[in-house]
């Protein structure tokens, strides 16, 4: 079973342009996460779509943005791009999204740099 | 905000010792906990995860859950260099993660 893809894997982008990421789940996974990764900031969850709907948002800007589609593909999208978004972006799929287990499985990762 | 805190260590043990990882959380509510491995450059993977109180054990792998004193554990017997990496504490069904504790195992 392929395991979760994000294109593109490194972006260098400029101030002010934006950017879209892409995630495939793993075949049969409904919920797809965003999150970001700074080496100061940890892991820091976006939010999560199930069902092509945003169920869960993390305290990021409205900058940051993001959608589903029916096959349970997954965009971020990131405008008016500044210095500070240059961070690891991963995706993570999940199966059996409920209070009680929720384990993901991430994506490789995309490496964006602002300019 | 959920809180999940760890220390950032860097944690350093001699092989085939144990080494112990900690992470407290504040949300009381908190149901699922979880334990992840990221190598340098590479994606974080789940190592463990643990609903209830007590001990759970997988391999060399111990989590340990203590819900009152809000804290959960990861324990690893027998450390390995190939154990060198960055352990991340999740909790509840967002995911939110503590900053990491950096182990290194030593030869």
């Known amino acids: 079973k392929a395991g979760v893809t994000q294109t593109p894997r490194y972006l260098i982008k400029t101030r002010g342009q934006q950017v879209t990421l892409s995630c495939s789940p793993i075949s049969g996974h409904r919920s797809v996460s965003w999150y970001q990764q700074t080496p100061g900031q940890g892991l820091q969850f976006l939010f999560e779509?199930?069902?092509?709907?945003?169920?869960n948002k993390g305290n990021f800007p409205g900058r940051f943005s993001g959608r589903q589609f029916s096959n349970s593909r997954s965009e971020m999208n990131v405008s008016t791009l500044e210095l500070g978004d240059s961070a690891l972006y991963l995706c993570?799929?999940?199966?059996?999204?409920?209070?009680?287990?929720?384990?993901?499985?991430f994506g490789p990762g995309t490496r964006l740099t602002v300019t | 905000q959920k809180e999940v805190e760890q220390n950032s260590g860097p944690l350093s043990v001699p092989e085939g010792a144990i080494a112990s990882l900690n992470c407290t959380y504040s949300?009381?509510?908190?149901?699922?906990f979880f334990w992840y491995r990221q190598y340098s450059g590479k994606s974080p993977e789940l190592i463990m995860f643990?609903?209830?109180?007590g001990d759970k054990e997988d391999g060399r792998f111990t989590a340990q859950l203590n819900k009152a004193s809000q804290y959960v554990s990861l324990l690893i017997r027998d450390s390995q260099p190939s154990d060198s990496a960055t352990y991340l504490c999740?909790?509840?069904?967002?995911?939110?993660f503590g900053t990491g504790t950096s182990l290194t195992v030593i030869p």
């Open positions: 949300d009381r509510g908190s149901q699922s």
């Open positions: 999740a909790v509840g069904n967002q995911f939110y």
């Open positions: 643990i609903y209830s109180n």
């Open positions: 779509y199930f069902s092509e709907t945003q169920r």
């Open positions: 993570a799929s999940s199966i059996n999204p409920t209070d009680w287990a929720y384990e993901q499985y």
